[in-house]
C-alpha cells in the first residue's frame, strides 16, 4: 500500500522516496524468516541530490511531534492519564527581544521550532541556523497582506503543499503533516521554494485508523 502511495506521489510530479525489496543476511544467516524486507531511503543528501538536482545545497528539516508525560505515569502520553501529543505547525511562535532569532521584525522562538522541525543534512555549524526557515513562517503567518498569495508562492511550492496534503486525504493517511497530524514528512527549500515531501504513507488503503475522509 504504501509502495503504491509514493507512486501517486510520483504521479502527482512530487519527490517520492526510492523502495525495494531486499533479501538481507548478515553473517551469512538470513535474517528475516519469510525471507525478504523492505529497504527504504530517507530523504537525505542522496534523495535530494535527484529530486533537486539544480538546488542542493537547500535546507531539510523533518517535521515530528512531541509527547508530554505524565510524571506520575511516565509510561503513558494518552490524554486520559494528563499527557499530551503536540504536533508540529507553521504559525508564528515569538519571544521577547534578546530571548529569540530576529527576523521580519520580530524574534521567532527557536527552541519552539527545534522541536518540530529537525534539521537534516545540515552543513556544518549550520545546524543551529533557523534563518531560511522563518522566511516560510513569515509567508505563512502575513495573513493581512494584500499580497498574501502571490508573496507566499514566491517563498513556498504551493503546488507540492496541495498536491501532498491531497494525498494523504486521498490515501486516508491521517497520520502526517498535511492531513489530521503535525508530523511524518520533510520540507525543503528546492528550486521552486520551501516543499512538502512525503513520508511514512503507512496508514493507508484500509490499515488500521485509516481516515475514510473526503476530498
Known sequence: ????CYALAKRLGQPAVYRRVVHL???GQVQNAQGVVEDTEKPNSSMISHWF???T?????KCDDWFEYNPNDFGDFRYQRGGKEIGATLESFTT???NGDPAFGTF???ARYRWHWLPRAAANFQANDYQDFYTLI???NDFSNPAYVRNL?????TDAFLAISALHVYVGNYDSYGNERGKNAYIYNGNRGWALLAWDIDTSFGAPNTRDTGM
Open 25 to 27: 543476511y548478515a553473517n
Open 57 to 61: 545545497d537547500g535546507r531539510l528539516y
Open 53 to 55: 538536482p539544480t538546488k
Open 108 to 110: 521567532y522562538k527557536k
Open 96 to 98: 521577547s527581544e534578546g
Open 138 to 140: 513569515h509567508a505563512f
Open 153 to 157: 508562492a514566491t517563498v513556498a511550492d
Open 1 to 4: 500500500k504504501e509502495q503504491f
